[in-house]
């Protein structure tokens, strides 16, 4: 099973601030798949990125693929309260779909 | 379209009771996964059905079961509930291919107590 380890776990900012999240992972996955998630609701699905290297921007949002597809992070400029939530990153594709295949997750809190 | 509906959305039930949650996917998807979600463990894979089979299967006991039918649809059912099972459930469904934009649509989950 290949684990993706998000970083950090708990982040605290004040509206207007920049953040960035990270997930990392030892093994090459062939795309990877960013999610917001607010309390008592499932996930949603940000975006996907599949190309080593590539980058998405999504308004205030920018997700980058790393060159070797082992990592990827999403950058949030000037946050908003509704930012808050839990982002998750997760491995998609693959014979093992499904397995195991999300970090753990960041909490996001934006202070007015 | 529609997106993924999750029945019900709140349970409450006691140890050693049995319990099915149900999931309906998207109309054409053809697979649904299931996971359990807490805030020690995060997001766990519980299993995936396509097409009526199960494809995948997580690290849970046997007390967690599911089943898909010709409609896609899918219940997933935990047997002699334990406190522990106490979380959210969460159904998602694609279109079931292995490529890499498989992209997987979350219900809203079912929230479940065990007393």
């Known amino acids: 099973t290949q684990l993706l380890e998000q970083s950090p776990q708990f982040l605290s900012i004040q509206e207007g601030e920049n953040l960035t999240v990270y997930c990392n992972s030892s093994?090459?996955?062939?795309?990877l798949q960013w999610y917001r998630q607010e309390p008592g609701e499932g996930p949603v699905l940000l975006v996907t990125v599949v190309t080593g290297g590539e980058v998405k921007k999504l308004k205030r949002l920018t997700f980058q693929f790393g060159d070797a597809r082992k990592d990827s992070s999403l950058h949030i400029t000037a946050a908003q309260t509704g930012d808050t939530g839990l982002y998750l990153c997760?491995?998609?594709?693959?014979?093992?779909?499904?397995?195991?295949?999300f970090g753990q997750g960041t909490i996001l809190t934006v202070h007015p | 379209k529609a997106g993924v509906t999750q029945t019900p959305r709140y349970l409450i039930k006691t140890r050693g009771q049995q319990v099915t949650l149900s999931c309906s996917p998207i109309?054409?998807?053809?697979?649904v996964s299931w996971y359990q979600q807490t805030p020690g463990q995060g997001l766990q894979f519980l299993f995936e059905y396509f097409s009526e089979t199960q494809r995948n299967k997580g690290n849970f006991p046997g007390r967690f079961s599911g089943r898909q039918f010709s409609n896609s649809r899918s219940e997933m059912n935990v047997s002699t509930l334990e406190l522990g099972d106490s979380a959210l459930y969460l159904c998602a469904s694609s279109s079931g291919g292995l490529g890499a934009y498989n992209e997987q649509f979350f219900g809203p989950g079912t929230r479940l107590t065990v007393l």
């Open positions: 997760q491995r998609a594709g693959g014979t093992s779909y499904g397995k195991l295949t």
């Open positions: 109309s054409g998807h053809r697979s």
């Open positions: 093994s090459v996955f062939s795309s």
